[in-house]
């Protein structure tokens, strides 16, 4: 360039200098293009290099066309160096390209990466492959990468690039990372604040100070700040009357070298409102007195007065509305509005007070259209229909809708979580189309492979089952169990709508052979079958009654002496009548996340029905799940890891002798072969106490009792439909008679899990603590225990 505006220079120069008779000649006009060279240019044709410059021949260039021509050709990202040359050859003009190609960009890396996933850094570099080596966008993405790193709290996290030619001429570029250690928030310091503490405004935030104990790490996270600030600390205050509290300023004082940092926030707190006056209007389906039932401030005088002159709390504020709300669309009122309106005013005493009211737009009740269901492939429509409680005709209500979307989940054919219902008004704007969208699932199964099986040792088994038999919902089960300790046959079939009806019918036949290594039991011989109807009881929909018939012959050899002195049998015959009403409203089965299980059982063996043994057995069990919370999910219904707690009860008594038939009656300890205890060994529960003997895997006659209570607490997280963990706390006791019941003596076990539902069958392992062990010498000696489930879920 220096060389083509050197001449235009001198022109001008001279042009200045000269006298003015000679600057009046006119000077002479550059010669024309005669013919354009390219030089150095590889990968880019000759042409394409001229035509990008704008130069064309017998064009007479100025200082200005040579400009543009580099500035274009710059531009274009081929070039690392643009040079123009003019020379005479022969009298005529040639103009000289002289170019340096940018190498091509290959493959990027990036290393020493470990804390922030690869997919995140990658979506921070935008280099394109077999383009141009772009070297702005080179160092965009370096300093993008640094800045993720300082997003996520890497405050001393550096990140250096190398440029590698590779022998294909294209250039690698790999940026190394140095990660370091997060930062850690040592101090939350907060300025502008008088009504509360700072430890009381810190202790509400996620972003907190690092502690003593180990989860007190104080790591810091702008996404966790930044709620705290918009989010925590706002709802916090207005929770407390203070409406317009904001962060008015924020800051990050940070010493990389030591990895700490002080977070500097100033606030705003603002007045504390409390609640002055309270109206409603516009309701005419409930009445105001109905509707003030809701309002949760109080009492309210005939003036519209708030008696109670509470302090205004948003929190509270907004659940009563959305009860309200509910409360309409539960009745048809789907397309009312229910608007909470907030008046700020200050009282001539200088106190600030908000009038709260409640503007109702009811609208019109709508009923359901049409229902619609979309994507069953392979269950038939009855099946699902059998499962929504809303009908149409009926006037909708938002409760059931939320009902019916649960229950075709339970269902077990359809992936999880299902889709939300679609809701929309129907031709006359007025009355609602429900559609549900299911996705089939695969849901028969042929498996074959180990199995442990219920104390009875390793062994194979080769298992057909299909819960969906044809469609319709059907369930069928198949199932050959073989081992050097086990050989078990049996064959079910369950109709859950008979004839589409609501009566079920379950039948059942076995043949089972197996030698117990648990416990010592000896060997254990079953040929029978079981019959079983359910009817829908005191027209409940989710409440059944069933009613079962099972005749089978027993033999029991083997086994301890203890237990062949009290229970041998051979060709014994037990003939069964039980009865059995279910209250069950649990769902997001097979990890509850809400609702209920109630269950009464009664048993009748012997007597007029013939056999061996008389007794009879009475059962009582509870189970109730609340949901706490969901993490993640994007607010879809049923995403999300679910946050819960469940409580469950049980207990049971045997009244009358039970003859041979030993495994009727309840042990407790372990998980596998009697009533579940964690925390403790199979069979180590016993009517006289903890046997520490049991330890060995050995039972005795003692190891069983007539009557048992168990009761059970846990916090769970259900991951997915297939993958659940929780915390635990167990507390039970076995006794001897039903006159010994006695729920107040009871073992106490803890511990943590995790339960999966595998192609094989359900899967869990627990490790609880026994708080109630013992040595042999009765000296406390809790431990902790291992328990591996298979097929059995709490």
Same mark, same amino acid.
């Given at each position: 360039m220096?060389?083509?505006l050197?001449?235009f220079?001198?022109?001008l120069?001279?042009?200045a200098?000269?006298p003015?008779? /000679?600057?009046?000649s006119?000077l002479?006009?550059?010669p024309?293009?005669? $013919? ?5 240019a590889q990968r ?5 290099v001229?035509?990008?410059? %704008?130069l ?5 260039p100025s200082y200005?066309d040579i ?5 274009a050709?710059f ?5 690392d160096?643009v ?11 040639? =103009?000289?390209?002289r170019?340096v190609?940018?190498p091509?960009?290959?493959a ?14 990658s979506d ?7 383009r141009p080596?772009?070297? @702005? /966008?080179?160092?965009r ?5 640094? $800045?993720?790193y300082?997003?996520?709290g ?10 590698e030619?590779?022998?294909d ?9 140095v990660e370091?250690s997060k930062?850690v ?11 509360f $503490?700072?430890?009381?405004?810190v202790?509400q935030?996620?972003?907190?100070p690092?502690?003593f104990?180990w989860?007190?790490?104080?790591e810091y ?5 930044e ?7 706002p709802?916090?205050y207005?929770?407390r ?5 904001q ?9 990389s070298?030591?990895g700490k ?19 409603l ?9 109905e509707?003030?039932?809701f ?12 008696l109670?002159k509470?302090p ?6 907004e &659940?009563a ?21 907030e008046?700020r005013?200050v009282?001539p005493?200088g106190? !600030? ?9 009811e609208g019109q009740v709508?009923t ?9 492939d392979?269950? !038939?429509?009855?099946?699902i229909?059998?499962a ?5 005709g009926q006037?909708?209500?938002?409760d ?6 649960q229950?075709? *989940?339970?269902? +077990? ?6 889709p ?5 008004p ?10 549900f ?11 074959f +492979?180990?199995?442990?099986?219920q104390?009875?040792?390793?062994g ?8 969906n ?8 089960r ?5 081992g ?5 046959f049996?064959?079910a079939?369950?109709?859950?709508n ?9 039948i ?12 010592d039991?000896g060997?254990?011989q079953?040929?029978?079958f079981?019959l079983q ?7 409940r929909m989710?409440t ?7 005749l089978?012959?027993?033999?029991y050899?083997?086994g301890?002496?203890?237990?062949? @002195? ?5 060709q014994?015959?037990?003939?069964t ?11 997001g ?11 009464l059982?009664g048993?009748l063996?012997?007597g007029?029905?013939?056999?061996t ?5 009475v059962?009582?069990?509870g ?6 919370a969901?993490?993640?999910g994007? %607010?879809?219904?049923? *995403?999300?890891v679910?946050?819960?707690v469940g409580l469950? /009860?049980?207990s *049971?008594?045997?009244f009358?002798?039970?003859?041979p038939f030993?495994?009727?009656l309840y042990?407790m300890?372990g998980v596998?072969?009697?009533?579940p205890?964690?925390?403790?060994p ?8 903890y046997?520490?003997r049991?330890?060995?895997?050995t039972?005795?006659?003692n ?6 209570a168990?009761f ?6 259900r991951?997915?439909?297939?993958l659940?963990v929780?915390l635990?706390v ?7 008679t @039903?006159a ?12 943590? *899990? =995790? ?12 490790m609880?603590? %026994?708080?109630?062990?013992t040595d042999?010498?009765?000296r406390? &000696?809790p431990?902790w225990q291992?328990?591996f ?6």
């Amino acid at each position: 360039m220096r060389r083509a505006l050197l001449p235009f220079l001198l022109a001008l120069c001279a042009a200045a200098t000269a006298p003015l008779s /000679a600057q009046e000649s006119p000077l002479p006009a550059p010669p024309p293009i005669d $013919s354009i060279l390219v030089e150095g240019a590889q990968r880019v044709p000759a042409g394409q290099v001229i035509a990008t410059s %704008g130069l064309v021949l017998q064009q007479r260039p100025s200082y200005r066309d040579i400009q543009n021509a580099m500035s274009a050709l710059f531009r274009s990202g081929q070039y690392d160096d643009v040079q123009v040359d003019q020379r005479l050859s022969g009298g005529k003009s040639v =103009v000289v390209l002289r170019v340096v190609e940018r190498p091509l960009q290959g493959a990027f890396d990036v290393t020493g990466n470990s804390k922030i996933p690869l997919r995140d850094i990658s979506d921070r570099i935008r280099l394109i492959e077999n383009r141009p080596l772009d070297r @702005a /966008a080179v160092a965009r993405a370096r300093f993008a990468i640094d $800045s993720l790193y300082r997003d996520r709290g890497y405050f001393s996290a550096r990140v250096t690039v190398r440029q590698e030619p590779q022998p294909d001429g294209r250039v690698m570029v790999t940026y190394d990372i140095v990660e370091g250690s997060k930062l850690v928030v040592a101090r939350v310091q907060v300025e502008g604040d008088s009504a509360f $503490s700072e430890g009381d405004i810190v202790g509400q935030m996620s972003t907190k100070p690092e502690g003593f104990w180990w989860w007190q790490n104080g790591e810091y996270d702008e996404d966790k700040l930044e709620d705290d600030m918009r989010g925590r600390l706002p709802a916090w205050y207005a929770a407390r009357g203070h409406i317009d509290f904001q962060v008015t300023g924020d800051s990050l004082v940070a010493d990389s070298t030591r990895g700490k940092g002080v977070v500097l926030l100033t606030v705003d707190e603002g007045p504390k409102y409390r609640v002055g006056t309270f109206d409603l209007t516009g309701n005419r389906r409930y009445s105001t007195e109905e509707l003030m039932g809701f309002f949760p401030f109080g009492p309210v005088g005939v003036d519209g007065q708030v008696l109670s002159k509470a302090p205004f709390d948003r929190t509270r504020w907004e &659940k009563a509305t959305e009860q309200v709300r509910t409360l309409y669309a539960n009745t048809g009122y789907i397309y009312s509005q229910v608007v909470p309106e907030e008046v700020r005013r200050v009282t001539p005493e200088g106190e !600030h007070v908000l009038d709260l009211r409640w503007t109702i737009r009811e609208g019109q009740v709508a009923t359901v259209n049409r229902i619609s269901i979309v994507g069953n492939d392979v269950t !038939h429509e009855p099946v699902i229909r059998e499962a929504i409680v809303l009908l149409p005709g009926q006037v909708f209500n938002r409760d059931l809708l939320l009902r019916s979307w649960q229950n075709i *989940g339970n269902i +077990g054919f359809f992936q999880q979580p299902l889709p939300a219902p679609d809701v929309q008004p129907a031709e006359n704007r007025v009355d609602v189309d429900i559609t549900f969208r299911v996705e089939e699932r695969r849901t028969g199964n042929v498996n074959f +492979g180990a199995s442990l099986g219920q104390g009875t040792g390793v062994g194979g088994f080769l298992g057909l089952e299909e819960p969906n038999l044809f469609g319709r919902g059907k369930r069928g089960r198949l199932q050959w169990q073989f081992g050097r300790n086990i050989r078990d046959f049996n064959l079910a079939y369950t109709d859950p709508n008979i004839k589409e009806s609501r009566i079920s019918g379950t039948i059942s036949a076995f043949d089972s052979r197996a030698r117990y290594v648990v416990g010592d039991l000896g060997r254990r011989q079953a040929l029978g079958f079981n019959l079983q109807a359910g009817f829908p009881f005191l027209a409940r929909m989710y409440t059944r009654l069933f009613v079962n018939y099972g005749l089978q012959r027993i033999s029991y050899t083997g086994g301890s002496a203890d237990l062949r @002195a009290r229970f041998q049998c051979e060709q014994c015959v037990r003939s069964t009548l039980g009865t059995t009403i279910l209250k069950d409203t649990r769902v997001g089965l097979p990890f509850p996340t809400g609702g209920t299980l109630v269950r009464l059982e009664g048993e009748l063996n012997g007597g007029f029905l013939g056999g061996t043994g008389n007794f009879q057995k009475v059962e009582l069990e509870g189970r109730w799940f609340a949901p706490l919370a969901t993490l993640g999910g994007d %607010g879809q219904m049923g *995403g999300g890891v679910q946050l819960l707690v469940g409580l469950s /009860a049980r207990s *049971g008594v045997i009244f009358g002798d039970v003859g041979p038939f030993f495994t009727e009656l309840y042990s407790m300890g372990g998980v596998q072969f009697g009533i579940p205890l964690r925390g403790y060994p199979e069979f180590s529960i016993t009517p006289n106490g903890y046997d520490v003997r049991a330890q060995a895997n050995t039972a005795s006659s003692n190891s069983f009792g007539q009557s048992f209570a168990a009761f059970n607490v846990t916090m769970g997280a259900r991951v997915s439909q297939f993958l659940n963990v929780s915390l635990f706390v167990d507390a039970g006791n076995n006794f001897r008679t @039903a006159a010994q019941f006695d729920p107040t003596r009871l073992f106490r076990g803890a511990g943590a *899990g =995790v339960a999966v539902v595998s192609p094989l069958g359900p899967i869990g392992v627990d490790m609880a603590y %026994g708080f109630d062990r013992t040595d042999l010498v009765g000296r406390p &000696k809790p431990g902790w225990q291992l328990h591996f489930r298979v097929g059995n879920f709490f």
